[in-house]
């Protein structure tokens, strides 16, 4: 009978253990530093990408339980798929082998899911609608919780010599006006969403003082995790 590895080391732990001192809080603790290193050794392999911010967000899974009503079971599968990076793609279908893995669409870079969501010249249009339709789905729900919303105003920083940047969005509430850019991250790592926000944090810093001025109120680079995805939720 086959063990993977982990069944392996639980078993040479007990073998080796006298059984007579084993307690209830040992084998949860090991349950424990075998899930942990379960999902450690997932996270090495292409299926388990992204799977370090999917099993400590628990909103990230909610789709999962087959409760949203306004998704068929064949968009379900699909999406179970590129959770999971089983999508056909050619590196995922090609894995361990010396053969061409070049994009079909592009041929440009390797065809993996990522490229194809994010950077294949060939789908840019899809991405240009995907953020539209979030940027506008976003100011939908901040209108309706109360935000004075702006989408794409243009603000000039005469200081930074004439540059200047338009925000998806300015939401203004109780005092406050949230700077708010919708961006979609491949999330490769538990840093991917961070490192976009801080990003965006750098971006838009030069006009916060100017957001502040125009709008009379006081201004706050937000991230969307933040502001944004808890409002979508209430």
């Not at 086959?2 to 209830?24: A, E, F, K, M, P």
């Not at 997932?42 to 998704?71: A, C």
Request: with cysteine; aromatic share 6%.
């Amino acid at each position: 009978r086959r063990h993977t590895r982990l069944q392996g080391d639980w078993s040479s732990d007990v073998c080796s253990s006298d059984l007579g001192t084993i307690s209830n809080k040992d084998i949860e603790i090991k349950k424990l530093e075998l899930e942990k290193k379960r999902r450690t050794n997932l996270g090495k392999k292409i299926n388990g990408v992204g799977q370090e911010i999917f099993s400590t967000h628990p909103l990230t899974n909610k789709w999962l339980r087959g409760d949203d009503k306004y998704m068929s079971c064949r968009t379900y599968i699909k999406a179970i798929k590129l959770r999971t990076n089983s999508i056909e793609t050619r590196v995922t279908t090609t894995r361990g082998q010396n053969t061409n893995k070049v994009c079909r669409l592009c041929l440009e870079n390797d065809e993996s899911i990522m490229h194809i969501l994010q950077m294949c010249p060939k789908t840019k249009g899809m991405r240009y609608r995907r953020h539209h339709e979030i940027c506008n789905l976003v100011a939908s729900k901040l209108t309706e919780k109360g935000y004075e919303v702006h989408q794409e105003v243009t603000y000039r920083n005469d200081q930074e010599g004439g540059k200047s940047l338009r925000p998806d969005i300015v939401a203004i509430r109780e005092g406050k006006a949230f700077i708010l850019d919708v961006t979609v991250v491949y999330e490769r790592t538990g840093a991917s969403f961070i490192d976009a926000y801080e990003k965006r944090v750098v971006r838009y810093k030069p006009i916060e003082g100017i957001v502040r001025r125009s709008e009379e109120h006081t201004s706050e680079l937000q991230s969307p995790c933040n502001l944004v995805c808890r409002l979508l939720l209430e």
